[in-house]
Every structure is written in C-alpha cells, then in structure tokens.
C-alpha cells in the first residue's frame, strides 16, 4: 500500500507569492490533516478535512486555506507569503475523524526568500 | 486541550543499550490517544507507537514500547537494543476527539557506536 504523497518535495517563492501545496492520502484514509514545522515554533496543527469539509482549523491567518477532493486528495494554499512562512509543511492521514493513528507524508519544504 | 511536555534536551545512548524518552501530557478528554514518531534528518515523520487512554496495557511495537502510567500522565517511549539507526529527533503527541495532534518539543536521540 502506498504511503502519504506529498508534493512538491521542496518550493523556493519570493515574499508576496503564493504556493500550492498537494498531498494524496494512503488509500482508503478519508481524513487529511496539515502540520507547519519551524524552528521556532515547532510542530503546529494548520487544519484537518474530512469528507471534503473542514473539521477543525488551528490558530493561522486567513492567508492559509485549503481543501479536499471527493478522492480524499487535499491541497493546501498560502497567499501572499511571508519569510515567517518558511517551513517544513507536513500532511498525515487516517482511516477516520478522531483518535486515530496519523501518518505523514515526507513533506514540502517551503522557502521564502 | 491537550498539552504535551518533553523536557529531556538531548539523550546519548550506546549501541545496543536501551533507553528512555520521557513524556508527560495533559488533557481534559476522557478518550484521547498517546503516540510516539521519529523524525530523522530527512524530515519525514515516522509513527513508531500508539496508546489509546482506554488500553490497560502498556503498547509494544518491536522494539518500541510504551510505558503508559494515567495518574502520573506520563508515556513514555523505550527503545530497546539500540540501533545507530535510531539517532533522530523523537516526538511525543496527543490527541482527542477533534483529530489534531498536538506534540511536544521532541527530544534528540544519538546512538553512539
């Protein structure tokens, strides 16, 4: 079975850009969360969806959103990037909403110069 | 809410030997779930263990098992038989019914040949 994809691998974007991130779930997983990693801040939870609807969001600006598809697929956006935006982007799934294993992709390292 | 606490900076282990990763968390959710992952230099997070707050026994994955004590709200990671392979960063999460992971600082593992 093939695990969580997510691409691209690694994105180098200019402050006022925006970047769209992918993420493709392990067969079967219905629930995509996103996780932002920084030095600074560490691991912090962005948003999670579940049958393409946002069940939970975290404690980011407006300028990050995102989505799923009906084939459990989800993409994530940041408008009008920031140098604080630069990070490690992680997407995990799992089978179902609620206290189940997580499992990450390899992640997008995003830079913004 | 859940809060989780890794306090250890950084641990040093020899080849072979065992160790232990402390975690302590914190969470009003009667059903939640206690997880370990590693995270090599590569940045991909790795899921190692899982305890759900309602299991009696303590988790075992390999090499890997979780030592869950509820009144002390502790889980910690224990990795026996130290492999090189085992120098990464180690993070402890939580989760309740809401699906977000929240994790601690994490804490660097160097296995020393």
């Known amino acids: 079975k093939a695990g969580v994809t997510q691409t691209p691998r690694y994105l180098i974007k200019t402050r006022g850009q925006q970047v769209t991130l992918s993420c493709s779930p392990i067969?079967?997983?219905?629930?995509v969360s996103w996780y932002q990693q920084t030095p600074g801040q560490g691991l912090q939870f962005l948003f999670e969806y579940f049958s393409e609807t946002q069940r939970n969001k975290g404690n980011f600006p407006g300028r990050f959103s995102g989505r799923q598809f009906s084939n459990s697929r989800s993409e994530m956006n940041v408008s009008t990037l920031e140098l604080g935006d630069s990070a490690l982007y992680l997407c995990?799934?799992?089978?179902?909403?609620?206290?189940?294993?997580?499992?990450f992709g390899a992640g997008t390292r995003l830079s913004v110069l | 809410a859940q809060k989780i606490t890794q306090t250890q900076p950084g641990m040093f282990v020899q080849e072979k030997e065992a160790v232990t990763l402390d975690c302590t968390y914190d969470?009003?959710?009667?059903?939640?779930?206690l997880f370990w992952y590693k995270q090599p230099s590569s940045g991909e997070m790795i899921f190692l263990i899982y305890q759900g707050s309602y299991d009696e026994q303590n988790a075992t994955e390999g090499r890997y098992s979780l030592n869950f004590q509820k009144a002390r709200k502790s889980a910690n990671l224990v990795i026996s038989a130290s492999q090189l392979g085992d120098s990464a960063m180690y993070f402890c999460a939580g989760t309740g019914a809401n699906s977000k992971l929240t994790f601690g600082k994490g804490i660097t593992l160097s296995v020393r040949p």
């Open positions: 067969s079967g997983h219905r629930s």
């Open positions: 995990a799934s799992s089978p179902t909403a609620g206290v189940n294993i997580q499992y």
């Open positions: 969470t009003s959710d009667q059903s939640y779930g």
